[in-house]
């Protein structure tokens, strides 16, 4: 059973993100705030749920929150500001669109910059441990599906409805042989990493401490 919350006694919202490794499309983002009673013996990191628990357990959030928001942020500024930045502006932006304050922030991962003056944690597999970062992974996972299954109607050659974007063979054998599309990310390459040159940006950007 996931904890319930990092901080007691606060109003703590956790955010994660989905399609950070993408080779197309936007990274989303989610920032939930659950009662500290909640629970579901389903809730878990979206990576490790059924396509179908995901969905179920998306509903379930969406009911139960105290506040929730979804954002995104699209593959060129991807491209401009690079994929770490893009995926904190992304959390950033959903902890802006919360109804509900956060005093607190716990956040999946070794990264972060401050979001105005509310306090955060970086926790290593965060979604595997806490429930509002578990809900938040899962509504940025469901989320973004939703957006790639759209995009693959205007753009059926490179399979995203069942890809969501990620770097698999037949994605790349499809970029390969369609060339990349106006929604793939020109700051990766045909293998789904950073450019050396990103990767440099993130390695300067690691000043985080994580709690683990």
């Known amino acids: 059973m996931l904890k319930a919350f990092f901080k007691k006694d606060e109003t703590e919202a956790g955010c994660d993100e989905a399609g950070r490794g993408c080779l197309a499309g936007p990274v989303f983002a989610a920032a939930v705030i659950l009662p500290s009673y909640f629970s579901h013996p389903l809730l878990n990191d979206s990576k490790q749920l059924k396509e179908s628990d995901r969905y179920f357990l998306r509903d379930v959030v969406k009911e139960n ?34 109804q509900k304050k956060p005093s607190s922030i716990i956040v999946d991962g070794n990264r972060f910059k401050k979001y105005k003056r509310v306090p955060h944690t ?25 957006y790639m299954r759209q995009l693959h109607e205007k753009f059926p050659h490179y399979n995203w409805k069942q890809n969501k974007g990620y770097p698999t063979d037949e994605h790349r054998d499809k970029i390969t042989e369609h060339g990349v599309s106006v929604h793939h990310r020109l700051s990766f390459n045909i293998f789904g990493y950073p450019k050396e040159d990103e990767l440099a940006c993130l390695e300067a950007q690691s000043d985080e401490q994580p709690y683990s």
């Open 122 to 146: 970086c926790i290593i597999q965060g979604d595997a441990q806490f429930a509002s970062i578990a809900a938040a992974s899962i509504l940025a996972k469901t989320y973004r599906d939703d």
């Open 65 to 98: 929150a105290i506040a929730y928001a979804v954002s995104s942020v699209n593959h060129k500024t991807i491209d401009k500001i690079n994929i770490l930045n893009a995926s904190i502006l992304a959390m950033h932006k959903a902890l802006k669109a919360l």
